[in-house]
């Protein structure tokens, strides 16, 4: 069964600091990797996905992730916080069989100070 | 372009009712899926429906219950409300003829809430 772990419920960052939200995946096939932002009272909005291309993804909004087989993980990072990037954020990972379940982690909560 | 769409944003109803929630897909979108989160956790995967059918089910009672309409708008019913059904239901839209990378593109939600 596959599964996702995101480390550390809360991060909080100075603006201009770097973000760094760990995520880590337990699947038995090639998974599928994503990561969503969900701001307050709204749906979730893709900011990424890793789909067995590039081992390094760039998304939206200046957020990438890499792909690391051998720690099975895809933490997301972006150089240089906004203050706009407060949100919750949550990793998936495509269930097997390739049906387009997706599987989310708990989620992380961004704060970013100013 | 619309995006996927839900109604009501909100509602309110009283344990052992029954409730009606819906979405609109994405518009050239086929697949609709259902998720329910519960505050402070993650969307859980409730079912999704390809041409009108459930194509597959995550752990949730039979008293969670769908339907896809031939214009691939989708209906989520749950019966016998219980407290713990409180939470956001999102509706997530893809093409499942499309590459194997199923995006799906979720819509604003529908918060309910069980007294």
């Known amino acids: 069964a596959q599964s996702v772990t995101q480390l550390g419920s809360h991060v909080s960052v100075s603006e201009g600091a770097l973000v760094l939200l760990r995520c880590n995946y337990s699947?038995?096939?090639?998974?599928?990797l994503f990561w969503y932002v969900q701001y307050p009272n709204q749906g979730l909005q893709l900011l990424l996905k890793?789909?067995?291309?590039?081992?390094l993804v760039k998304g939206i909004n200046g957020f990438e992730a890499e792909f690391k087989k051998s720690e099975t993980s895809f933490h997301l990072t972006k150089p240089s916080a906004h203050m706009s990037d407060a949100a919750e954020y949550f990793c998936?990972?495509?269930?097997?069989?390739?049906?387009?379940?997706?599987?989310f982690g708990q989620g992380t909560t961004l704060q970013v100070k100013p | 372009d619309a995006g996927v769409t839900q109604s009501p944003t909100h509602l309110i109803k009283t344990r052992g009712q029954q409730v009606t929630l819906r979405c609109s897909p994405k518009?050239?979108?086929?697949?609709v899926s259902w998720y329910q989160q519960a505050l402070g956790q993650g969307p859980q995967f409730i079912f999704q429906?390809?041409?009108?059918?459930?194509?597959q089910r995550g752990n949730f009672p039979d008293r969670f219950s769908g339907h896809q309409f031939p214009n691939y708008s989708s209906e989520l019913n749950v019966n016998a409300l219980l407290l713990g059904d409180s939470a956001l239901y999102l509706c997530?839209?893809?093409?499942?003829?499309?590459?194997?990378?199923?995006?799906?593109?979720f819509g604003p939600g529908t918060r309910l809430t069980v007294t």
């Open positions: 429906y390809y041409e009108e059918e459930e194509r």
């Open positions: 518009s050239g979108h086929d697949t």
């Open positions: 890793y789909t067995s291309a590039a081992t």
């Open positions: 998936a990972v495509s269930g097997s069989g390739n049906t387009g379940k997706l599987i």
């Open positions: 997530a839209s893809s093409l499942v003829s499309r590459t194997v990378s199923y995006e799906q593109y």
């Open positions: 699947s038995s096939v090639p998974p599928y």
